[in-house]
């Protein structure tokens, strides 16, 4: 059994507006999934902290953090049509952050093998001077320029599985060829970006892999894109370290998006990204809760991650098979593979 970290605090469910689809509810029924299926018992909670200025400004402009501070002392407020804080926002964001940043230097120290961060509000949105789509920082930007400069790993990977494109990672990280960024995603779709052409410029230039999904693919697509594309490409890159910004809206009962992933397909994508650390970076991989609005989906989805970390062989779905037929992949699996030389 592996030693499979996870951080969560009280702070994250206080940022909550409940008749939003990104509200504390999520987390209270991941939460209560882990605890009635054994699994927290067998975690070990890693605390957050306040990611420090310095931490956040490596990724953001020091003026858009101090609006989101200044917003959330007064009160809260919409910092997009459908980003909202309130007064405990920014705390949670800061903490969110520096507790993957925490639950990150553990695993790349050895004294976990890897692990999950069961944080809110979630991040991959966020461009460096605003905040988008639900999200404030970008938490797996932070944590992977963090591991960079203060645990000083040449190279890491951050695999983006949530049903919208990471624009918000991509836009952090375009120019940076030490960090590597995949994104699967429904496309075209919010919030606009991750063409297949899209691959990082100057310096980062290849260092950007996008995954635009049509409508429909499902398991098979997706397994066939994943395997011959986005892990051909990480083991090419060759990291020491995998964050994944972990959403769990590509499955085909999620009420946001279109892609038919099952929760089968989720399992086999997590075991996937775990075996292929276990491969070519001694196992460090740690998952970042992102989106994912289906409850029945969420909650079992996470727990199946967790059970994937731990070394446990097997999953759970209560909910089953996608009845869609799903669209061929061929030619964009082949166009992929020619832009980026696979
Ligand atoms: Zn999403």
Redesign the pocket.
Known sequence: MNKTGYVYETIFCQHDLPEHPENASRLGAILDYLTSNDIISQLTRVAARPATPNELQRCHHPLYIEMVEDTCRYGGGMLDGDTYTNSFSFDAAIQAAGGVIELTKAVVKGELDNGFALVRPPGHHAVPSSAMGFCLFGTAAIAARSARRDLKLERVAVIDF???HGNGTQAILNEDPHIFFASSHQYPFYPGTGALREIGRGPGEGAILNVPLSVMTGDDGIRRLYDEAVFAALRRFEPELILVSA?Y?AHWQDPLANIGLTLKGYQWLSEGLIALANEICEGRIVFIL??GYNLEVLAPGVGNTFRALLGINNYDDPIGKCPWQEPEVDSLLSEIKRVHRL
Do not use: A
């Open positions: 949530d049903v919208h959403g809206d992102e989106g």
